[in-house]
């Protein structure tokens, strides 16, 4: 078996890619949808009034994404100051993916709704969760925060060669 070691420069460039995942899958359904709509690929066998779109939309693009950050708030918490770095970083990555998917689903929600109805106000919701992600985007300062980690630790992630975890691979 193999040993894929993984450094701290390797992580956060991990992290990174792992959000931009997220974050863009939304957007690409979206202009999917848009595209689908143009060409009168709607079914439209659902109607919203404006009032009643809003009152959807918002809340979804709301309140999901506020229950993944507070997923992530409570997955952060079990960590222990003790941990080794890597289990702490491992249980971060987790967290974060946590919290990313609620949002996005929080997005698709918003689109599904609108390629039901064409109501374009149902994508304030959309909005609203999109939002959310991009203020989710990861950065060693929000790790650091996020982690309370010691500044022996912070010095080995500021350290761009450093392995910080390793995995054994399976074939």
Avoid at 21 to 48: D, K, M, R, V
Avoid at 106 to 119: D, G, T, V
Wanted: aromatic share 14%; proline share 2%.
């Amino acid at each position: 078996m193999a040993t894929q070691k993984i450094t701290s420069s390797q992580y956060f460039k991990m992290l990174n890619i792992l959000y931009f995942a997220l974050i863009s899958t939304p957007f690409l359904f979206l202009i999917f949808i848009y595209i689908f709509s143009q060409s009168g690929g709607f079914i439209q066998n659902i109607t919203f009034t404006m009032q009643q779109a809003l009152l959807l939309a918002i809340p979804v693009g709301i309140a999901i994404p506020l229950a993944g950050s507070s997923l992530h708030s409570k997955r952060l918490a079990a960590i222990k100051i003790n941990d080794v770095l890597s289990k702490k970083l491992t249980l971060y990555q987790v967290a974060f993916i946590i919290k990313m998917s609620l949002i996005e689903v929080a997005a698709f929600m918003c689109i599904l709704f609108y390629f039901m109805s064409s109501n374009a106000y149902l994508l304030v919701g959309f909005v609203i969760s999109m939002f959310f992600g991009i203020m989710a985007k990861p950065s060693k300062e929000k790790l650091f925060a996020e982690l309370k980690l010691s500044k022996k630790e912070m010095n080995i992630l500021n350290s761009a060669d450093f392995v910080v975890i390793e995995r054994e691979q399976t074939n």
